[in-house]
């Protein structure tokens, strides 16, 4: 979606999503890359929204969800592919009418990343398949 009339959302330098110091490849046991915890957050648009909520292996899902929308957000992290997806770096100045998801995995084997995206920008079928079982 394109809206006129945005302002700048500030700067954004570093290239995000990309692999940090805490993400290790696990190739020897696959129950270590399944995803024990999704964060996601979703801001901007129009409306400045501001979603929060926390998918977590073993607890009770967020208001308003189901057992059956954990599992899913729960197994789509679970793609061995988003480890290495490589996200582009954010604009510098992004319509402040797009929305930002910022998703932090983290997975059995205690390693975590976090990745972030505008509405709007390249699609990446990895990732948006990731968003799309993020209500």
Not at 1 to 6: D, H, I, K, R, T
Not at 91 to 109: G, H, K, M, N, R
Not at 127 to 135: A, K, M, N, Q, S
């Amino acid at each position: 979606m394109l809206v006129a009339g945005c302002a700048s959302a500030g700067s954004v330098s570093e290239p995000v999503g990309q692999p940090s110091s805490s993400v290790r490849p696990t190739t020897a046991n696959p129950a270590s890359s399944r995803a024990v915890a999704v964060t996601y957050r979703q801001t901007g648009g129009e409306e400045a929204l501001d979603k929060r909520y926390r998918f977590t292996v073993g607890k009770p899902p967020p208001a308003g969800f189901s057992r059956v929308e954990v599992k899913a957000a729960l197994e789509a992290a679970s793609d061995p592919s988003l480890r290495s997806l490589e996200m582009p770096p954010l604009p510098e100045d992004q319509c402040c009418d797009f929305y930002l998801y910022v998703v932090t995995i983290s997975w059995a084997d205690g390693t975590s990343r976090t990745y972030k995206s505008f509405s709007g920008d390249e699609p990446l079928p990895t990732f948006d398949r990731l968003l799309d079982r993020l209500p």
